[in-house]
């Protein structure tokens, strides 16, 4: 990140991980992770009360991840930087903490169970829409408000639109997440298949269980693959606007973007991607391949328009 980036970024990044570490700590009721995610959202919002100092006490010895219990007993450090930044930037990290929260509280709630025997699913198709905004799409109205307070050759952007393809450069990003980890999610009791949508294809949440019935998903599956590479397709009209001379905005918005396309083309050429027993991602020479790559063609819109074509080309549905 350029410098006056990295604080309102980095800070926005380790809170959002140290809440979402508090969701996924199973060891502890899910009533007892709602109510510290409740006091987390209160202070991200800069409100008086609450005791975060107790949520790490509560929370960090759970964790097996050195890295996460250590972020948890600094949150305090963390929100005290918070607190110094400059307004517009205190603004901008509060506001995108309150949707991620919310989107974490929502997690929790919609589906009440930890495994497969209390499966639930989402209801609608906006009802996954609405999941993606709130745990990424709202990243990108984050992103786009911050860099153009700090970067002057921004100065031209048009804030709304650019924020609203923003968003759907999150969306694709997490709609790549969620069909990549639908196996995982169902053994954890979560479906994010939308119930509605396979019921006319003759199925329940529940029979996603049994791999000799996932494949009748595929109809579904293939229509969720088509509506993530639209969202891509707007990632990539986003990156293709920054200035090239903003190259390391460019480089941290291409490699996501090119990082899921390639996840999304291993998910469409998989046999039975919702039954796959191993998560389904690009290699690590994969991933180092696409960073030489782009770290060579940033600043030419050819060769990033190529380098995308050739893998949104992959996704075959």
């Known amino acids: 990140m350029p410098r006056p980036l990295r604080e309102p970024i980095g800070l926005a990044y380790l809170l959002a991980r140290a809440s979402d570490t508090v969701a996924d700590t199973r060891l502890l009721p899910r009533a007892e ?3 510290h995610l409740a006091t987390l959202s209160a202070a991200y919002a800069g409100a008086p009360g609450g005791d975060p100092a107790a949520l790490a006490r509560a929370c960090a010895p759970l964790q097996t991840h050195a890295a996460e219990r250590e972020l ?3 949150i305090g450090e963390a929100l005290s930087r918070v607190d110094l930044l400059p307004a517009a930037d205190r603004t901008a990290v509060r506001t995108v903490l309150a949707t991620i929260t919310e989107g ?3 997690d929790l709630e919609r589906f009440p169970g930890e495994d497969a025997s209390t499966l639930a699913a989402l209801d609608t ?3 996954l829409d609405r999941y993606t905004y709130l745990v990424a799409g709202c990243v990108g109205e984050f992103w786009t408000r911050v860099h153009v307070a700090h970067r002057p ?9 650019m924020s609203a393809t923003g968003v759907r450069f999150g969306k694709a990003l997490q709609l790549t997440n969620v069909l990549r980890d639908v196996p995982a999610d169902l053994r954890h009791g979560r479906c994010y298949l939308p119930a509605r949508e396979l019921a006319p294809l003759g199925l329940a949440p529940s029979d996603l269980l049994d791999p000799a019935r996932t494949p009748a998903a595929r109809r579904l599956l293939d229509r969720l693959l088509r509506e993530a590479l639209e969202h891509y397709d707007a990632g990539w009209r986003y990156t293709l606007a920054i ?9 941290a918005c291409a490699w996501p973007l090119l990082i899921g396309l390639g996840t999304l083309a291993a998910i469409a050429r998989h046999p039975n991607p919702l039954a796959a027993e191993r998560p389904i991602k690009i290699s690590r020479g994969a991933v180092r391949a696409i960073l030489a790559r782009s770290s060579l063609t940033v600043w030419s819109d050819v060769a990033l328009r190529r380098e995308a074509g050739r893998l949104r080309a992959a996704v075959r549905v």
């Not at 050759?153 to 639109?161: E, H, N």
């Open 33 to 35: 992770r709602l109510r």
């Open 72 to 74: 948890l007993e600094r």
């Open 104 to 106: 974490q509280r929502f």
């Open 125 to 127: 198709l906006a009802d």
């Open 153 to 161: 050759r921004l100065a031209g952007w048009d804030v709304a639109a």
């Open 243 to 251: 200035p090239r001379a903003e190259w390391r905005m460019r480089l």
